[in-house]
């Protein structure tokens, strides 16, 4: 049987291929069994077009098969085939794939399924074996043929026996090296697992052989394995179901299938969108912070799939930095992915989705902030200074977005309020937003710098988080009001004059101040005759920009 080359630009894109392209090479299987949903995909599309058919979606399935002692792993279709032209012609030349040849001529809009379009996927199984053999006979033919490559070389074709119509792809699995354990790929468990992690939302089952332990007929507790087939992938994704059709249980679940967190979600967003873009997404607020939350190794970012095919676990671009706490997933058919299929080509889809998420993340929020106060006041427990920093962060660039989700501990209420409550029930004459810096409430609330203020009946906002300040600072005011520290010099509050008779005093006590003055050295500019303190004897005040806590925390920053 004479030896056929690949195309010469072929020889070179598979060594490429197989050395370079993917970064894991476990995703042969993904391609593989990407290829196996398309064939069947191709079948439903003749047998919808074609009357004297009928398409019975129970008839088809994938079936993997490994066989440790031949090292053999068997993918096999019931696909629509290929013919030996097909196989010339789609496995012969490299980058050339009849999938998108297929949509074409058959003018497959968007909105169907079929994955392929590169026309590399398949080589990818280079990458873990040393012979790959395809078996396939086509829809419509009685012959059957088999090809036969071990890599660059080239490959064989020749007629041989098939009883049904689709596409066995058997792999030689290669052997052990030093950093490679291609062994894996024969293991039922790692097989197993890379399904789930890839391929759980292919659309058709994808059978194995797995063995299970039963208690052993006629014994009461001796068990024996025995070996059962059963289907892998869940099939239908929960993010394509109507959200009529589920419950909070079916979320959770989900949640803790995808190992998001070991805590029950807060709430989940089910986002099914239909306009520019189109994408289906499932987001999670978790509960608690998680343990590396607040750490550099957190890495924020949501699983991306492209038509139910995971791309990427954590893509970065899909959330901003004052989010990063969301989990969750985004399926969007209309993403243009590069060849190897880890790397987007434009990122303008993506962005258009990031937006959007963006923006029903903080809808959820504000209503949750309205309607759930009790989850909101947990939500911002855990996360509050996520987006606190959110504020601050990018020379205030978000603040505008970010500002009405923002909680503060209140002198009246006893409890986190939010911008809003607060200048709701402001008094007429009050001008300002006013807020103490402090360690604790506790520490706060015996401040004398409070006195005037509290006294006045106005609400003081208590900052205890070190970002509370300096996110304070980028707002600078909200709705209009301004923000102001009750350490502040001018606290636009006009004192109940008494006796004016602070010149006096001042004169009178000048020699006292000059030698506090002396005893503290450059620790305080000034010392002064207070017109706002009622029940203690002294308080330090600021004048400039910084307030003294704020000073604290930059003094204490390295460098
Ligand atoms: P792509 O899937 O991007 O088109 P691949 O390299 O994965 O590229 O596959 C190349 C082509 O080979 C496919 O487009 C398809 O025409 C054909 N092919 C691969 N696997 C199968 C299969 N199991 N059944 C039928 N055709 C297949
Ligand atoms: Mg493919």
Request: proline fraction near 2%.
């Amino acid at each position: 049987m004479a030896m056929k080359e690949f195309k010469a630009e072929s020889k070179r894109l598979l060594d490429m291929m197989i050395n370079s392209i993917y970064t894991h090479k476990e995703i042969f299987l993904r391609e593989l069994i990407s290829n196996a949903s398309d064939a069947i995909d191709k079948m439903y599309y003749k047998e919808l077009t074609d009357d004297s058919l009928t398409f019975n979606k129970e008839n088809h399935y994938i079936k993997v098969i490994a066989d440790k002692e031949k090292r053999i792993l068997k993918v096999s279709d019931t696909g629509i085939g290929m013919t030996k032209e097909e196989l010339e012609n789609n496995l012969g030349t490299i980058a050339k794939s009849g999938s998108l040849a297929f949509k074409k001529e058959n003018e497959i809009k968007d909105g169907y399924d079929i994955i392929g379009q590169f026309g590399v996927g398949f080589y990818s199984a280079f990458m873990v074996s040393d012979v790959v053999t395809v078996i396939s006979r086509a829809f419509g033919s009685d012959k059957a043929y088999k090809w036969q490559s071990r890599g660059t070389e080239g490959y064989t074709i020749e007629e041989c026996e098939k009883d049904s119509v689709g596409t066995d792809i058997i792999l030689k699995i290669k052997e052990n090296t030093e950093d490679e354990k291609y062994d894996e790929y024969l293991e039922e468990y790692k097989l197993k697992s890379i399904i789930k992690k890839y391929s759980d939302f292919i659309k058709y089952p994808i059978k194995m052989n797995v063995t299970e332990s039963r208690i052993k007929e006629g014994t009461e507790n001796e068990y024996e394995d025995y070996i059962v087939e059963r289907t892998i992938n869940s099939m239908v994704p929960i993010w394509r179901k109507n959200k009529t059709e589920l419950t909070d249980e079916d979320y959770e679940n989900f949640y803790s299938e995808k190992h998001y967190g070991f805590d029950k979600p807060l709430k989940h967003i089910h986002i099914s969108a239909d306009g520019a873009i189109r994408y289906n997404a499932i987001l999670f607020i978790p509960e608690n912070i998680p343990f590396d939350y607040y750490t550099k190794e957190y890495e924020k970012g949501l699983e991306l799939y492209s038509n139910g095919v995971l791309i990427m676990n954590k893509c970065q671009e899909l959330l901003p930095d004052y989010f990063s706490f969301v989990k969750g997933m985004v399926d969007s058919e209309d993403l243009s992915l590069n060849i190897s299929r880890e790397m987007l080509q434009h990122d303008r889809q993506l962005k258009l989705i990031a937006k959007n998420i963006k923006n029903k993340i903080k809808k959820e929020l504000v209503n949750m902030l309205k309607n759930e106060r009790d989850k909101y006041e947990k939500f911002y427990k855990a996360f509050g200074r996520q987006l606190k920093y959110g504020v601050y962060d990018k020379f205030g660039m978000n603040k505008d977005f970010l500002q009405d989700l923002l909680m503060f501990y209140s002198s009246k209420e006893k409890k986190m309020v939010s911008l809003d409550d607060y200048i709701s029930r402001m008094p007429e004459d009050q001008k300002y937003i006013y807020y103490a810096v402090g360690e604790t409430y506790e520490r706060i609330e015996k401040m004398p710098q409070i006195e005037l203020v509290s006294e006045k009946g106005y609400e003081i906002l208590y900052f205890t988080d070190d970002i509370d300040e300096f996110a304070i600072k980028v707002l600078m005011n909200y709705k209009e009001k301004e923000f102001k520290s009750v350490s502040s010099g001018d606290l636009g509050i006009e004192p109940e004059e008494s006796e004016d008779k602070s010149d006096n005093e001042d004169n009178e006590n000048i020699k006292l101040f000059e030698k506090m003055k002396n005893i503290l050295g450059n620790k305080v500019k000034d010392v002064r005759v207070s017109k706002r303190l009622k029940n203690h004897p002294v308080c330090l005040a600021n004048d400039g920009e910084l307030s003294i806590e704020m000073e604290k925390i930059l003094n204490s920053m390295p460098n």
